[in-house]
């Protein structure tokens, strides 16, 4: 079992071209979606929501100011975007607290606790109310759990994959706004990620550091 996903890990790469005739089966992609859905998040909220496009049309519109992410786009068999929530993170939001009962189906005292014990966090520990960007920066920082859960998940079952932070965000916001429905003035996107099946085997070995200029004991 460690076998195996050792093996996904080290076999995992970020593809660069994608065979446009292969497409992944709603099962397989399904596993993946599942890894992302169950990721962790801080305090459990999960900011996020995964937009999944495998319209070739679409797959274009939503990588319009992509560097990074236009070619593989056009390959990948599906393609995500990941947007996150804004200022509905904050401890007191209506958002949450419907969150807190529904999902999380906290007790109203409990929910009350939460609501305080989360602010004290966000307010002093994390210092997350000096700016809307900083709120919305850590939010988008869950997001990248679920990323790293849905690449090694894919990789785990033979799936090629890429993430993309290579694009201009205000312009991408702007194109989710007009053409896909987001409202951003609640969500902001975070990064988007190809799934696939490579082109060609990748050409170059992995490199990483030595796990001992990585990792310090204490
Ligand atoms: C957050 C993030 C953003 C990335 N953005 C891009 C991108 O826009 N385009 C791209 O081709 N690769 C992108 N990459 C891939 C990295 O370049 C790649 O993961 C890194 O060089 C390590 O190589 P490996 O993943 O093949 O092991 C991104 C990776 C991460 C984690």
């Not at 970020?14 to 709603?26: L, M, N, Q, R, V």
């Not at 056009?74 to 007191?92: C, E, L, P, Q, Y």
């Amino acid at each position: 079992m460690q076998n195996k996903f050792l093996k996904a890990m080290k076999k995992r790469y970020a593809c660069k071209e994608f065979d446009i005739e292969k497409k992944i089966s709603k099962e397989d992609f399904d596993f993946i979606l599942e890894a992302g859905r169950l990721s962790p998040s801080s305090f459990g909220f999960e900011p996020w929501q995964f937009l999944v496009i495998t319209n070739p049309e679409k797959k274009l519109e939503v990588t319009e100011h992509s560097w990074g992410g236009r070619d593989r786009a056009v390959g990948a068999s599906h393609f995500m975007v990941v947007i996150t929530r804004k200022n509905d993170m904050k401890n007191d939001s209506e958002y949450l607290n419907t969150f807190m009962k529904d999902v999380q189906k906290l007790p109203e005292e409990v929910v009350e606790l939460k609501t305080k014990h989360f602010g004290d966090f966000q307010r002093e520990d994390f210092k997350l109310f000096e700016s809307d960007r900083a709120l919305a920066d850590w939010a988008s920082k869950q997001s990248y759990i679920a990323l790293g859960n849905m690449l090694t998940a894919a990789a785990y079952i033979g799936i090629n994959s890429c993430p993309i932070e290579g694009f201009n965000k205000e312009k991408t916001n702007k194109v989710l706004a007009k053409k896909f429905g987001v409202d951003i003035e609640k969500f902001d996107i975070a990064y988007m990620a190809a799934f696939g099946y490579e082109k060609r085997p990748q050409e170059f070995p992995k490199t990483r550091r030595p796990i001992e200029d990585v990792v310090k004991y204490f």
